[in-house]
């Protein structure tokens, strides 16, 4: 996916946390001793508190040198803010750091990931219900997931472990809501086999409604907790995973059931031909009778 910023897991490079003792340079003292040190690339912004900062060498020439050994980036950064402020002047929070293979790797597996989460939930509906609907699932959970990336692009999320974990959950959670819902379609359709698909959908959307409120009013609740208190780490987490639910309802109610409408249009399934239980192609049929105006006598 370009356009995106990607964390030093994907690209490989090195992070660096730490803490400035009183009183604490500026972010440009910081910069300009870095870029005195060889590391003119490197990406700074506070953290916490205007003491705290974190320092990202992902520029291709600095991950690079990476494959000399894991630590000789952070040496080098080291160095430089030694020399410029001393020893004692800050304390290293933390240090990570990737390799460019490894950067790569992970990308791949997270790609990988995102497709098999499609593939077994599109087999997993059409063997346990129809694959119109395990069809019309899976594109409603496409549009979930461009939904989200659109938000992560414009509120410029960085894209890491943590956001691929959100990503998935979206997935789930989305599925699952769209899952209640075509359940539901599926025993309406037994009960009612002379109405037409339109009302059944609807009827199917309003009973479920209550649940897939609640449901998702309740995750959104224990996200909001995460998003006013959580750090700097687990926020991007919690932002994907709010705006995911909230278009995830949205699209259990307002998009799998077009959907499935559409596709069971596009290719109507006759019931007398095969051996399950589900009415979908009369019902289809039934609705268009319906909706013909009645002869004028």
Do not use: C
């Not at 086999?193 to 209550?210: A, M, Q």
């Not at 700097?232 to 699209?251: K, Y």
């Amino acid at each position: 996916m370009s356009g995106f910023h990607y964390s030093i897991e994907f690209t490989g490079g090195t992070l660096k946390r730490i803490e400035f003792r009183d009183p604490a340079p500026s972010v440009g003292d910081v910069r300009a001793a870095l870029a005195a040190g060889g590391l003119p690339q490197v990406e700074i912004q506070t953290f916490g508190s205007p003491n705290a900062l974190i320092m990202r060498a992902q520029d291709p020439e600095t991950v690079a040198l990476q494959d000399r050994g894991a630590e000789v980036v952070s040496r080098q950064i080291t160095a430089a803010l030694d020399a410029k402020f001393g020893a004692d002047a800050y304390e290293v929070l933390s240090t990570e750091g990737v390799g460019p293979k490894v950067g790569s790797e992970l990308r791949r597996n997270a790609m990988i990931a995102l497709a098999i989460a499609f593939l077994t939930t599109l087999i997993y509906l059409a063997w346990r219900f129809e694959w119109r609907f395990g069809l019309a699932a899976v594109l409603a959970t496409i549009h979930d997931i461009l939904a989200t990336l659109a938000f992560m692009k414009y509120m410029n999320i960085e894209i890491s472990l943590f956001v691929v974990g959100a990503l998935l959950t979206v997935i789930g959670y989305s599925l699952n809501d769209t899952v209640v819902v075509f359940d539901r379609v599926r025993e309406n359709l037994k009960k009612f086999p002379k109405t037409g698909l339109y009302d059944l959908l609807n009827r199917s959307v309003n009973e479920t409604l209550p649940r897939t409120v609640l449901t998702g009013s309740t995750t959104l609740a224990t996200l909001l907790s995460l998003l006013i208190f959580g750090g700097t780490v687990i926020r991007p987490f919690a932002w994907v995973l709010t705006w995911g639910i909230i278009i995830g309802t949205f699209s259990s109610v307002y998009v799998a059931g077009p959907l499935l409408l559409w596709i069971n249009h596009k290719w109507p399934r006759h019931a007398a031909a095969s051996g399950k239980a589900d009415r979908m192609a009369q019902a289809t049929r039934q609705t268009e009778r319906d909706k013909r105006p009645a002869p004028a006598r």
